[in-house]
T-cell receptor, first 114, second 117 residues
Framework: KQEVTQIPAALSVPEGENLVLNCSFT??????LQWFRQDPGKGLTSLLL?????REQTSGRLNASLDKSSGRSTLYIAASQPGDSATYLC?????????????FGKGTKLSVIP | GAGVSQSPRYKVAKRGQDVALRCDPI?????LFWYQQALGQGPEFLTY????????KSGLPSDRFFAERPEGSVSTLKIQRTQQEDSAVYLC???????????????FGDGTRLSIL
C-alpha cells in the first residue's frame, strides 16, 4: 500500500527566507504527484502537478521537483511571504487502475513570520 | 462563484442519526470525487463518479456510506446510523475530464465538517 510521508510536520520561518518542504513515497509506480495548499477551514488548492515523466514544475515563486526512482519530491518556495502560511500537502496517484486516487501525506504546516 | 460548492458547511448529529452531505461540482466537470479528512490527517479517497456512474467505491469505509450522482452533476454522500468515528471533514472534488490516466487537477470544495455527538 502506498504511503506518503511529509517532513517536517511544521515549519516556522521569517519572511523573505527561501524554504524547502519534503515529501517521500514508498511505491515509485506513480502516475503523477501533486502539491496542494490548504488554508484553515478550507478545501485544497492545487499548486503544481508533476507527471511521472517530468522532473520538475514551476509556478511563480514555487518549484517542485520529482525523483521517482528514489521516491522523493521537494517543494521550494522562494522569498516566503506571510500569505504563504498554510498547510502544504503532497499527494500521488498510482500507475494503472485507480490512477485518479490521490494518496496524501499528513502535510507540513508552514508559518511565515512577518 | 465558479468553484465546487458543498453544503452544509457544518453538520452536528447525534450518534445513530442519518446525514446527507451535498456537493455541487464545477459546471461541466465529468469527474467527481469524495474524500474524508480526519483531524490532523491528509484526505482519504472514498469514491469516484464519471458522470452519473459510480466507477469506484473502494474507499467507502462501510456499507453505512452511500453516494449518488443521479443526473451527472450534483452528488450526495449519505451516512446512515452515524457513529463517532465518522466525525471528519468530507471533501468533494471535481475535474474536467474522465479521470483515469488524466493529468487534469482535481478542484476541491471547502468541505463539510461533520461532528457526531
Amino acid at each position: 500500500k502506498q504511503e506518503v510521508t511529509q517532513i517536517p510536520a511544521a515549519l516556522s520561518v521569517p519572511e523573505g527566507e527561501n524554504l524547502v518542504l519534503n515529501c517521500s513515497f514508498t511505491d515509485s509506480a506513480i502516475y503523477n504527484l501533486q502539491w496542494f495548499r490548504q488554508d484553515p477551514g478550507k478545501g485544497l488548492t492545487s499548486l503544481l502537478l508533476i507527471q511521472s515523466s517530468q522532473r520538475e514544475q514551476t509556478s511563480g515563486r514555487l518549484n517542485a521537483s520529482l525523483d521517482k526512482s528514489s521516491g522523493r519530491s521537494t517543494l521550494y518556495i522562494a522569498a516566503s511571504q506571510p500569505g504563504d502560511s498554510a498547510t502544504y500537502l503532497c499527494a500521488v496517484t498510482p500507475r494503472g487502475a485507480g490512477s485518479y486516487q490521490l494518496t496524501f501525506g499528513k502535510g507540513t504546516k508552514l508559518s511565515v513570520i512577518p | 462563484g465558479a468553484g465546487v460548492s458543498q453544503s452544509p458547511r457544518y453538520k452536528v448529529a447525534k450518534r445513530g442519526q442519518d446525514v446527507a452531505l451535498r456537493c455541487d461540482p464545477i459546471s461541466g466537470h465529468v469527474s467527481l470525487f469524495w474524500y474524508q479528512q480526519a483531524l490532523g490527517q491528509g484526505p482519504e479517497f472514498l469514491t469516484y463518479f464519471q458522470n452519473e456512474a459510480q466507477l469506484d467505491k473502494s474507499g467507502l469505509p462501510s456499507d453505512r456510506f452511500f453516494a449518488e450522482r443521479p443526473e451527472g452533476s450534483v452528488s450526495t454522500l449519505k451516512i446512515q446510523r452515524t457513529q463517532q468515528e465518522d466525525s471528519a471533514v468530507y471533501l468533494c472534488a471535481s475535474s474536467l475530464v474522465e479521470a483515469s490516466y488524466s493529468n487534469q487537477p482535481q478542484h476541491f470544495g471547502d468541505g463539510t465538517r461533520l461532528s457526531i455527538l
